[in-house]
């Protein structure tokens, strides 16, 4: 038996074959398993849209573009951008995994083995620093003596000798970077990186495929930080395993013709039937319990900080947590193989657990998990780090 702590990379968040999740799609496989609604509208796939402008933070006048993963989410929001503003530029951020689809790969920049030998990309798209004050890339001081430079760059240097503002169409950007290694950007990050698209009239496109539906303690991950994304991403935690993504703009964003952009399958009645089971356990407790849980998670780790050189930095919202390894805690050398050790030795102990980055470990939990549970995972990691420091 195991305990997992990876929600099969942060899908079911609901835990493995919820009953309530279960008999939705056992029922809904007894009336209708597929329906393409690209050619004509069935009720459950409006409800689930309605429910999603619902949960969605900002204005509830939303649309909704159903596909059937993530990168399909991301592809269908980098096409919306520029076909909306008309505009051929788009901004990511190093260290970023948006998928592996042509547009969603060329918008990713956490691993090279990502695009090695699927070159030219697609054109338009430029990486910029990503705000990992564990490790600044300006080299600044702490923040928020900082003052948030990745941002200053993006104005005073990116906008100014390079990239004209009013040719971009978008900044794409993870709430909490994922595959990049479970990065937690500084308070005021989001509101400024918000307020430089805002001035320039760039959209602000927000991946929440692995942050969102609940994982961080809140409906959307973007929520922590009070921003109003024009366009939202999601999928994997969204149907609770059953394949499911869904582009969530804005209105007035969401205004290309029928045609533009399609999908078979998006949103088969399956699919969402699953959904609206998944999004009633989330708002029945899920999301509170990924708070409190995380919360307590959060404070051992911090705990096993102090006891632990090999861990350099502990961060998270809710049940997305990564632990950052380093050989020293001075110089941050990281600690890339006693990761895969610890990850190893933990599945020896029936604790699966995942790595992000070249040295994080990352903690995802379904969001049903109890108090016990997370002592059981806890005890096992200690374990661990102790048999590594011996």
């Not at 835990?15 to 509208?41: N, T, W």
């Not at 698209?197 to 927000?206: C, D, N, S, W």
């Not at 502990?314 to 110089?331: A, H, N, W």
Request: glycine share 10%; charged share 20%.
């Amino acid at each position: 038996r195991f305990l997992d702590f990876t929600s099969g990379i942060a899908v079911t968040n609901t835990g493995h074959c919820h009953p309530k999740v279960v008999e939705a799609i056992h029922r809904q496989a007894e009336q209708l398993i597929h329906m393409s609604g690209s050619d004509f509208y069935y009720g459950l796939q409006s409800d689930l849209a309605a429910k999603l402008s619902e949960i969605t933070p900002g204005p509830k006048e939303r649309r909704v573009f159903f596909g059937n993963s993530g990168a399909e989410a991301i592809e269908a929001a980098l096409k919306l951008a520029r076909y909306h503003t008309k505009r051929p530029r788009v901004l990511a951020f190093l260290g970023a995994f948006h998928g592996r689809t042509m547009g969603a790969l060329s918008l990713t920049a956490s691993k090279v083995i990502h695009e090695k030998g699927f070159s030219p990309l697609v054109p338009g798209i430029t990486h910029v620093p990503y705000a990992y004050c564990y490790r600044c890339p300006y080299h600044q001081g702490p923040h928020p003596i900082c003052g948030c430079a990745c941002i200053d760059w993006i104005r005073e240097d990116l906008f100014k000798r390079s990239i004209p503002p009013e040719e971009v169409a978008a900044i794409f950007v993870e709430p909490i970077q994922g595959e990049g290694g479970y990065i937690v950007p500084p308070p005021d990050f989001h509101q400024k990186l918000y307020q430089l698209a805002k001035e320039f009239g760039i959209l602000f496109v927000a991946d929440e495929v692995q942050s969102g539906m609940g994982r961080t303690g809140k409906m959307m991950a973007i929520e922590h930080w009070g921003v109003v994304p024009d366009i939202i991403a999601l999928a994997k935690g969204l149907a609770s395993g059953m394949p499911l993504g869904a582009t969530v703009a804005q209105s007035e964003v969401m205004d290309w013709v029928p045609g533009s952009h399609a999908s078979t399958f998006g949103g088969n009645p399956i699919s969402c039937r699953a959904a609206l089971a998944t999004i009633e356990l989330l708002e029945g407790g899920l999301i509170a319990n990924a708070a409190r849980l995380g919360d307590y998670i959060l404070n051992q780790l911090k705990d096993f900080q102090k006891r632990f050189e090999l861990i350099g930095d502990v961060r998270g919202k809710g049940l997305m947590i990564g632990i950052e390894l380093v050989k020293d805690p001075v110089t941050k050398e990281k600690a890339i193989e006693e990761r895969s050790q610890i990850i190893q030795a933990c599945f020896k102990k029936g604790l699966l657990i995942l790595g992000c980055g070249e040295n994080v470990i990352r903690l995802i939990p379904p969001l049903i998990i109890t108090r016990r549970e997370a002592d059981l995972a806890l005890t096992i990691l200690e374990e661990v780090l102790t048999e590594i420091k011996a």
